[in-house]
């Protein structure tokens, strides 16, 4: 019990470990393997200059600004976790491999730019129209901008991104960015050889080896293909509708005929060869051309709703649709120029921004109204409480109405800078602040708590196991049978304390077996050590 309590301590807190490295966003300076010793003091002058780096690229006067030192935030973190860890690993050999990752684990971090955040700030101003003048700025050490993490997540230099000319003109949601894939694989990679155990390493290697060999995909070469330019949209039609799949009550529910495209930019035909050999492989799917470039990927079985994945390549740009008529969408909007950055929705919400970024997020009024329009005519469909319950959701969810932002990215030489406009005010904010925290708990708690009931489960059925195996070997005693004699399990009922065959916490079903082979259950990982 005492080693079970502490495996399910020490693997709460390693999820704890990932969530805080994650939380963080972004994170040092150079090398090192080992741990630092005490952090030196705060300097009031650094912190200062801090201040007004963040300050500078900030809004005040508004409703809201705030401004946070987070140097050494990510390096305290991961070291409040790692030593406790090490210690309660104690001598357990199960816990030698997880306790030798943990000690590499602050120089990786360290090494591919966790380490680099400074310190983050955040401002909101009212305009005159109803929307907001939102700017963030996370302040980051120079000295990590090109490492893996930071490449990963935003890339180089801002540019002129090519791809927002795909997006057609009735994308409602889109992102688009100059994330470099092929520096989150290598890090991955390096990660995997770095810190995992000999036996990961081997499986981690053999199953992207499977991959290659039974499907044609060719991990390496797929993320080396990638040029660092990405998008990804949702598209609600002007003029067609859908109902919705579904039986029930009421009346049917209808939306506008969605749709979604993305892309990559791409050096070669890399990915498409691995979707083409994957394809193949799969012995279910099959690909025909239109005849315009435009390949439809055959689905086995018909869909209620509008799907027919296809993809193509254009100029350096890979595109991957629900339709094919998405795609075409996409390329003629790149052709002519007149996708979603010619509309005059587009060009009001980025009046001002710089065009010339590191990727840009975009949501028009339309999405979140169509979005709550559905879950309300969904909801009113039941005739007992639905108007109610309608009617509360338009209470709850009335801030949301006529929701919208338009921001882009700027990777610069201190830090990554976030500017744009959105109905969402400081109070929104605020309050999603607060409701984070929770959150996070959440997250950390409920796998933990999760893990912890089916450990506790899984015990007791192997209790329940063991009982029954004392049982078939006093009736077996009992009643002179030898190994391999097949067992009655109404005669083993009086053996067991509580005159019943005991039934598996988690819906196992028990199998008895011969004398001499234990008895077991049908739930995976419920079972007697031979």
């Not at 901008?145 to 180089?156: K, N």
């Amino acid at each position: 019990m005492h080693n079970a309590l502490r495996r399910l301590a020490v693997l709460g807190m390693v999820a704890g470990l990932g969530l805080a490295a994650l939380a963080a966003e972004t994170l040092a300076p150079a090398n090192g393997a080992e741990p630092a010793v005490a952090a030196p003091a705060k300097s009031p002058a650094l912190s200062k200059q801090r201040y007004d780096l963040i300050l500078a690229n900030l809004d005040a006067g508004g409703d809201l600004l705030v401004v946070a030192n987070m140097e050494g935030w990510i390096q305290d973190a991961v070291q409040s976790l790692v030593k406790p860890i090490t210690l309660m690993g104690g001598n357990d050999p199960e816990f030698k491999s997880v306790i030798e990752c943990l000690g590499k684990f602050p120089g990786f971090l360290n090494k591919n730019g966790f380490y680099g955040l400074q310190g983050f700030g955040v401002s909101m101003v009212p305009r005159a129209d109803g929307l907001n003048d939102m700017k963030c700025f996370i302040a980051r050490d120079p000295a990590v901008t090109w490492t893996p993490l930071w490449l990963a997540m935003v890339g180089g230099k801002p540019r002129t991104i090519a791809c927002t000319d795909f997006l057609p003109a009735d994308t409602e949601l889109a992102q688009t960015g100059t994330g470099e894939c092929g520096a989150l694989w290598k890090m991955i990679r390096s990660g995997v050889a770095e810190l995992g155990t000999p036996a990961f390493v081997v499986s981690f290697n053999s199953q992207i080896a499977v991959l290659a060999t039974n499907w044609g995909v060719n991990l390496d070469k797929i993320f080396e293909s990638m040029a660092g330019e990405a998008f990804f949209s949702i598209q609600f039609s002007k003029t067609k509708t859908m109902a919705l799949p579904g039986a029930g009550a009421g009346a049917p529910v209808s939306m506008p005929e969605p749709a979604f495209l993305m892309g990559t930019a791409v050096k070669d035909n890399a990915l498409v060869e691995a979707l083409e050999a994957a394809i193949a492989k799969s012995g279910m799917l099959s690909v025909t051309n239109r005849g315009d470039g435009i390949k439809i990927i055959k689905l086995p079985l018909p869909i209620p709703f509008p799907f027919q994945p296809a993809y193509t390549v254009h100029e350096g740009f890979f595109l991957f649709g629900s339709t094919p008529d998405v795609v075409a969408a996409g390329i003629t909007a790149f052709r002519g120029k007149t996708g979603l950055t010619s509309t005059p929705e587009f060009q009001k919400a980025f009046k001002g921004l710089p065009m010339v970024n590191n990727g840009l997020a975009y949501m028009s009024p339309r999405f979140m109204n169509t979005v709550m329009d559905v879950q309300k005519a969904m909801i009113s469909r039941d005739p007992a409480q639905g108007a109610k319950m309608a009617g509360l959701m338009d209470e709850m969810m009335g801030c949301k109405k006529d929701m919208s932002a338009a921001k882009v990215f700027l990777n610069t030489r201190n830090g990554l800078s976030v500017v744009g406009i959105s109905s969402a005010g400081a109070k929104e904010m605020a309050a999603s602040v607060m409701i984070a925290p929770v959150g996070l708990m959440a997250a950390i708690a409920i796998p933990s708590f999760m893990k912890a009931r089916s450990t506790s489960q899984s015990n007791a059925c192997i209790n329940n196991l063991r009982m029954l195996e004392a049982a078939k070997e006093q009736w077996a005693l009992e009643n002179k049978k030898a190994q391999g004699d097949a067992v009655l399990a109404p005669g083993i009922l009086k053996y067991l304390g509580t005159g019943r065959m005991p039934i598996c916490p988690q819906g196992g079903r028990y199998t008895l077996n011969v004398i001499g082979r234990n008895a077991r259950c049908s739930m995976p990982g419920h079972q007697l050590r031979e």
